[in-house]
């Protein structure tokens, strides 16, 4: 078997929805007062469902999976570190050392001690901080923006010598505001992913900062042009992994990639129940669970007619866009496959339309060739930032 890591399989553990936030555009809103918490037991199934499944495939054909685990909520870190201490000794008890894991934390970083604190620096192999710099959307129960608070505890975990990452939400209240969202990151070396606002848990919740899909391409185009136009490299996506399918696309001889959710999913989103959805369905609708991850093997969950249904929403979503693409092969058609709030524009028959990546890709193209080539400073800089898609 090999022993580097071949592939990647992510789990965005929905611990909790419990918040001390009440984020004005959270999908969850309408859940973040409910206490209700995996249990240490629950968990420890969902572990020997997946070892179970894990094992199986990696000795079918030798490869090496490394499993993820993106603990997300509600906050997280609400709940008291020792339940994560416990749940990464069962890890180890159920995987092994041998086997490639990554716990992942994403974090409104408002709730912090020393014992927090030491759980970010030795329990969490990475920590992502949700900061959207501008808008003051992100407020507490009684309505009180608390940015403040988390970019004074995003300077701590620097002092501590904690590294992390941030999520910005993209809104109508931070849109015009790219270029100082990006320095304020650059200057503080702090990799960020700007994420577009999605779907909201109520009619009229996003009423007032509300995107359009061409608001969403604008944003992605001017942080294109900020990477590029910057000293210094900075870890900045999903700008990165699209500037790499239009180096894809201008290198002769790249071997063509293609997303096939039925040969390889990446990802799977477990709810607090145990209920699993895959991210290009609608999350929380009961006819899109592809199963209960508490209850039910993984092996039985990916061989079921629901996931089934699941993969053909998908290949008719990459049929109707991609094969038209001139960058299909080098994208591989994940970003209208999967990416439900990258790609809102629908065709009167209410499928999604690929129009921010396909419109972007065309863009970072015109603008390489703008400058009459790649520069291959451009080149070293995309290559040493690009990663696996990563989804929190």
Request: charged share 25%; proline share 4%; net charge negative.
């Amino acid at each position: 078997m090999s022993q580097t890591i071949d592939r990647r399989m992510e789990f965005v553990v929905k611990v909790s929805k419990f918040c001390n936030l009440r984020c004005r555009y959270c999908y969850e809103y309408e859940s973040l007062g409910n206490r209700e918490a995996m249990s240490r037991e629950q968990l420890r199934q969902l572990y020997r469902h997946i070892e179970a499944w894990r094992a199986r495939v990696d000795a079918r054909d030798g490869k090496r999976t490394e499993i993820g685990f993106i603990w997300h909520g509600g906050e997280p870190l609400l709940l008291e570190p020792g339940f994560y201490w416990d749940t990464f000794a069962d890890q180890r008890e159920i995987f092994g050392e041998q086997v490639a894991r990554k716990n992942t934390l994403q974090t409104n970083l408002t709730v912090l001690d020393e014992e927090r604190l030491a759980l970010l620096r030795d329990g969490f192999d990475v920590v992502g901080v949700s900061v959207d710099v501008f808008g003051g959307l992100r407020v507490n129960v009684g309505g009180r923006d608390q940015q403040p608070l988390t970019m004074k505890n995003m300077e701590l975990l620097r002092e501590q010598g904690i590294p992390f990452s941030t999520i910005t939400v993209l809104t109508r209240a931070n849109l015009g505001r790219m270029r100082h969202i990006y320095e304020l990151f650059s200057r503080a070396r702090i990799p960020f992913r700007l994420l577009p606002l999605f779907d909201g848990a109520f009619d009229g919740q996003h009423r007032g900062f509300e995107i359009s899909t061409q608001d969403i391409l604008k944003a992605f185009q001017d942080l294109v042009d900020l990477w590029m136009e910057k000293d210094g490299f900075l870890e900045v996506y999903p700008t990165l992994e699209q500037i790499q399918v239009v180096l894809r696309s201008m290198q002769a001889g790249a071997a063509p990639v293609y997303y096939n959710k039925r040969e390889w999913l990446p990802v799977l989103l477990v709810n607090t129940n145990g209920d699993c959805f895959t991210y290009g369905d609608p999350y929380e609708e009961p006819e899109w669970c592809v199963g209960n991850l508490f209850t039910t093997s993984l092996d039985d969950i990916l061989a079921g007619e629901r996931f089934a249904r699941s993969a053909l929403a998908a290949e008719r979503r990459m049929a109707a866009n991609c094969l038209t693409c001139p960058y299909f092969g080098h994208c591989s058609g994940y970003p209208i496959a999967e990416e439900h709030y990258n790609c809102g524009q629908k065709t009167g028959e209410a499928e999604r339309t690929c129009v921010v990546e396909r419109n972007l890709f065309a863009y970072i193209e015109q603008r390489i060739r703008r400058e009459g080539g790649v520069p291959e400073a451009w080149r070293a800089r995309a290559q040493e930032g690009h990663e696996e898609r990563r989804i929190a």
